[in-house]
């Protein structure tokens, strides 16, 4: 079952033993950011905002926002990953469904031969 981002967010921190004002310190946003974030209030999130979620949760950016993939944490934040990680976020759903698919082809291409 893929959870709404939001609740994601919830059920991660609560798995942590994390009170919304922990993690709402450590992604350098108030209380309430983590109140409207859960209850999904926020449509948009800044990049460095979801990298310091993501680095606070313990997983990577993909993870916490789709609940898919691998979980462990590779929360890049400055570089090309940093600005791939914005780009994404301010894509529509189709479009970032496009550059995933992109990503994974040109991953494919690059992969060392087994």
Known sequence: MVLLFGAHVRKLRKELGMTQKELAKLAGVTQSAITQIEVGGTKKLKADTLLKMSAALKTNPYHLMTGLGDNRASAPTEGAPAELVEI?????????????AAARGISAIDAPPH
């Open 88 to 100: 994404f976020l301010n894509l529509s759903p189709e479009n970032q469904a496009a550059l995933l």
